[in-house]
Structures are given as structure tokens and as C-alpha cells.
């Protein structure tokens, strides 16, 4: 039995690590924090979990958590969770961090795209990215994980079979991107807001997201050679969900049938991924509360053009329910415990 703590408990990502390792058989959370001034039920501020978790969400204490916890969930905002992750990352203890701070190699990017420099490179360096349809076997030896972000994972997932097999122009890769609103976090803000997002539809930071290096990074390794991908988000008047339309230029004319067996063959053992029957595009409601990136593809030969869409669940596959996964490689559970 292994012993759990979320640090961030009462954002989105907490929440839903709190419900995920409730019904884990391998589990006990023991250690519960947040930006508190005293202790309070975690059922004050998510009644759905009053009478089912026996402890309070406490201030954050590093050294109550070391010594309450095996394996600590970072669930933080991004450029808090290296103020606090080198005192918590001693004495064997797991790591799994669901922001960007461990996600991104060169601390010159983190800078400029989060507008901080980074205070933790020691533990950067031993940071493994945890995505575990490319990096498996790292993360089964890894003590301390960078959670990927929930664009990256759809778009990494969705363009990884094509860019591993050279099949595609790795210079010709544009993602559109649409999100739900949590990817947001929990935070009061107007644009946020109902009436605001409600019965509308809207990009933002085109070309400037900061998932955009995140992207990049880990294509450039797929591809052993630098990748620029065109990355446009847009905002969803929806609660959760990730669709992405991946548009790659084809080396040469290749049918949908070739394609769809690449990817069927790259994803065939893999839990998480589910390569949509021929003709058949994900939607949203196939995946939202589930820890599934579903792809969907169409080709045309005579453009050399090959269309990819992958949904996922941001707050699940997107963020915690990849972060449970990761953590069930680090223990030497199931993958799919607790998620499936």
C-alpha cells in the first residue's frame, strides 16, 4: 500500500486525484494541502468527497508531507511547484508534478514563455516527462515526473505515428486546438465566466501559447531535428474536453488504409490510445471522464495530405488521470489501476 498526498488538492487537477485515488485499491491518501490559513474538511470545499475522505486539507507543511507520504502529486500552478518540490523530493520519496515547471529542458524557454526563472535545476535534470506511450520504460525507473500538458498530450499522441515513421514533412505540422474551459484552472476571472463564454467561440495566443515549446520539444526528439509546429488554441464554451485538428503534409501520396494500419500497429498494446475505425472522427463525449485519447484520421493521396484528430479529457488524460497512470508505472502497479 503505498501512501499518498496532493499538494493543490482544491484546484481541478486535485479534485480530481482525490476522487481517482479514493477508488484506488493500492492507495491511501494521507496528506491533503492547499493555500490555506488552518485546517478545513476537504468536504468544505468539495462536498462531493464530506463523509468519504477522513482527513483535513491542511496548510502546506513539506515536512509533514515527506514524512506522511511515498508519493506526493504536485496539482500547483505553474512556477509554484519548484518553490516547493526540492524539499519534497528527499528521502525516496515520488514526485509527480502536473505543471509546466519540470516539463521543459531549457530553462531559457521556461523563462521566457513563463516569465520566471527557474529555481530547481537540479531536480529538472532528473525530471523524466511523463508520457507513457513514448517514455514507458523511463518512467517505470523515474523518481520524479514532469506531468505533461494537456494540449501536448493530444498533439504528441496524435502526430508521434506519422513523425516516427517519417511518413510526414516534420516542417508542415499545424495544430488547431480547441479546449474546454477548466483547462483554465480554478480561478475567478471575467473572460471565464458564463455569460462571457457562453454561446461563443474564440482563439487565443495564436503562435505565443505556452504549450507551444512544450510541442516542440518533445516532436524535435520524435524526429531527431528541430520542429516549429503552428500551434492556434481556441476556447470551447464547454465545462472539459480537448479536440485537436492536426493537418501534416504527406511525403508522398499514401492511402488511408496504409495510414490507419501505421497506427494501429504504433498504438496496438498501448491502454490509453484508441485508433478510431476507418471514417469514424472522435468527439468529445467519447472521451470527457475518461482517461482515453481517441484518434481519428483522413487522407488525401492526390494532396499529400494527411488530417489527424485527437480528443482527450484535459482534467483526465490531459492532467491527473496521466498523473495516476505515471504514478501506477512508478509503483510497479497496473497501468490502468483505478482508471479503467
Do not use: W
Amino acid at each position: 500500500m503505498v501512501r499518498a498526498g496532493i499538494i493543490g488538492a482544491k484546484g481541478y487537477g486535485g479534485e480530481e486525484l482525490v476522487g481517482i485515488l479514493l477508488n484506488h485499491p493500492q492507495v491511501r491518501l494521507t496528506y491533503l494541502a492547499d493555500k490555506l490559513e488552518r485546517p478545513e474538511p476537504i468536504g468544505a470545499s468539495l462536498p462531493q468527497f464530506a463523509g468519504r475522505v477522513g482527513l483535513d486539507c491542511e496548510p502546506f507543511d513539506a515536512k509533514t508531507a515527506v514524512e506522511r507520504c511515498d508519493v506526493i502529486f504536485l496539482a500547483l500552478p505553474h512556477t509554484v511547484s519548484m518553490q516547493l518540490a526540492p524539499a519534497l523530493a528527499v528521502r525516496g520519496r515520488k514526485i509527480v508534478d502536473l505543471s509546466a515547471d519540470y516539463r521543459l529542458r531549457n530553462t531559457a524557454v521556461y523563462t521566457a514563455y513563463y516569465k520566471q526563472t527557474h529555481k530547481d535545476k537540479a531536480n529538472l535534470k532528473k525530471a523524466v516527462y511523463g508520457l507513457p506511450e513514448l517514455y514507458r520504460a523511463k518512467i517505470k525507473r523515474a523518481t520524479f515526473i514532469a506531468n505533461p500538458g494537456c494540449y501536448p498530450t493530444a498533439a504528441i499522441l496524435g502526430i508521434a505515428p506519422a513523425l516516427a515513421t517519417g511518413i510526414v514533412d516534420p516542417q508542415d505540422i499545424v495544430i488547431d486546438a480547441k479546449s474546454g474551459v477548466t483547462g483554465a484552472g480554478r480561478k475567478a476571472s471575467l473572460e471565464f465566466s458564463f455569460n462571457e463564454l457562453h454561446a461563443d467561440f474564440k482563439g487565443y495566443r495564436f503562435l505565443c501559447h505556452q504549450h507551444a515549446p512544450e510541442i516542440d520539444q518533445e516532436l524535435s526528439r520524435l524526429a531527431v531535428k528541430k520542429i516549429r509546429a503552428v500551434f492556434c488554441p481556441h476556447l470551447l464554451p464547454v465545462r472539459r474536453g480537448i479536440l485537436e485538428t492536426i493537418y501534416m503534409k504527406t511525403k508522398k501520396a499514401a492511402s488511408l488504409d496504409t495510414i490507419h494500419g501505421l497506427y494501429k500497429k504504433f498504438y496496438k498494446t498501448e491502454p490509453f490510445v484508441r485508433v478510431r475505425d476507418k471514417g469514424v472522427l472522435p468527439q468529445l463525449k467519447h472521451v470527457v471522464m475518461t482517461n482515453f485519447c481517441d484518434i481519428g484520421l483522413a487522407v488525401d493521396p492526390a494532396l499529400k495530405r494527411l488530417v489527424v484528430v485527437a480528443a482527450i479529457d484535459n482534467l483526465l488524460k490531459g492532467a491527473s488521470g496521466q498523473a495516476v497512470q505515471n504514478m501506477n508505472l512508478m509503483c510497479g502497479f497496473p497501468e490502468s489501476m483505478a482508471l479503467l
